[in-house]
């Protein structure tokens, strides 16, 4: 018996064919009737960049902070002891949940784009959650803290609270100008 062989599926049509769906011109309906409007997209790139770097700086002094306490503890009399005995199994893994938890913490503010439309305000966040406000002329965006640009990132960075709509006040990493921000009285 022979192994069977792999099927090669498109995902999208030829070049050449048409998308399955009633035809327009047929029904007498114009071409835009049924559409829905496309959202522009506005990618975060700042807010993601400063969300990487700091994750980045955060796990490489947490990694030298471990090894030097794994140095310190090797090198003192009666380091040698087995791991489990001196409590070096629980250090490594109470390292691990900080590296962890840190890391998703650092980079959950950040949200990967904005989705900007006449209906609506969608902030698609950092593992795909989306967040609903109302047009961008409508939203309630208050300025929190502002990064400039440097090290973390290669552009202004806005921490922006955002409220309204059908999702709670949410506080975002926004790189500048991608929402229209009420400026904090100081």
């Known amino acids: 018996m022979s192994t069977p062989r792999p099927i090669r599926i498109p995902r999208r049509p030829a070049s050449g064919a048409s998308e399955p769906g009633p035809d327009p011109s047929r029904s007498g309906a114009s071409s ?8 522009e997209r506005r990618t975060n790139r700042a807010g993601t960049q400063r969300a990487v770097r700091l994750t980045v700086l955060y796990l490489a002094c947490l990694a030298l902070l471990y090894t030097g ?14 791991p489990a005995g001196n409590g070096l199994d629980t250090f ?4 691990a ?3 962890v938890g840190g890391s998703l913490l650092s980079l959950h503010p950040a949200p990967r784009s904005v989705e900007v439309s006449a209906e609506a305000t969608v902030v698609v966040g950092r593992w795909g959650r989306r967040h609903t406000y109302p047009p961008l002329d409508r ?3 208050r300025e929190v803290r502002r990064y400039p640009a440097g090290l973390l ?6 921490s ?3 409220s ?23």
């Open 139 to 141: 939203i309630d965006a």
């Open 153 to 158: 990132s290669s552009a202004p960075v806005v």
């Open 97 to 99: 949940i900080l590296a």
């Open 69 to 82: 306490f794994v140095l310190i503890d090797r090198t003192v009399p009666g380091g040698s002891s087995s």
């Open 32 to 39: 835009d009737e049924g559409r829905v409007p496309v959202p």
């Open 160 to 162: 922006v609270e955002l």
């Open 92 to 95: 490594s893994a109470l390292a």
């Open 164 to 186: 309204g709509g059908p999702s709670p006040l949410g506080t975002f990493l926004l790189e500048d100008g991608l929402v229209p921000i009420a400026r904090r009285a100081r």
